[in-house]
Nanobody
C-alpha cells in the first residue's frame, strides 16, 4: 500500500524559511511526478509546485516563484519543498501528492495525482 508522509510544517514569522519533506513508501520505483499543493481555509486546493522524473522538469505557481524550491531524491523516494521568504498568505495546509502519469511537464491538476499525504500545517505570522 502506497503511503505519503509529510513532515516539516510549523509556525514561522514572515520572511522566515521552512523545509517540508514527503517520503513515499509501498512502491519500488519512484513516481513519475510528485507535487506539493496547499489549501487555505475557505479556498480550493491549489498547485504550489511539481517535479517530474523525466529530466527533472519543474513547475512553480507564480505566487511562489523565486521563493520556493522543489527537489527529489529518487533513491529515498522523497520529495522536498524548501520555502524561503515566507509570507502570511502562504499559510495553508500543504499536501504532498504523487502521480503515475509520466508526462512532461509534470501534471498540475489535483485530479492527475493518484496518492496524497495527510497534509502538514504551515502558518506564517506577520
Amino acid at each position: 500500500q502506497v503511503r505519503l508522509v509529510e513532515s516539516g510544517g510549523g509556525l514561522v514569522q514572515a520572511g522566515g524559511s521552512l523545509r517540508l519533506s514527503c517520503q513515499a513508501s509501498g512502491r519500488t520505483f519512484s513516481f513519475p511526478a510528485m507535487g506539493w499543493f496547499r489549501q487555505a481555509p475557505g479556498k480550493e486546493r491549489e498547485i504550489v509546485t511539481a517535479i517530474g522524473s523525466i529530466g527533472g522538469s519543474t513547475y512553480y505557481a507564480d505566487s511562489v516563484k523565486g521563493r520556493f524550491t522543489i527537489s527529489r531524491d529518487n533513491a529515498k523516494n522523497t520529495v522536498y519543498l524548501q520555502m524561503n521568504s515566507l509570507k502570511p498568505e502562504d499559510t495553508a495546509v500543504y499536501y504532498c501528492a504523487a502521480s503515475l502519469r509520466a508526462v512532461v511537464p509534470a501534471p498540475r491538476s489535483p485530479g492527475d495525482y493518484d496518492y496524497w499525504g495527510q497534509g502538514t500545517q504551515v502558518t506564517v505570522s506577520s
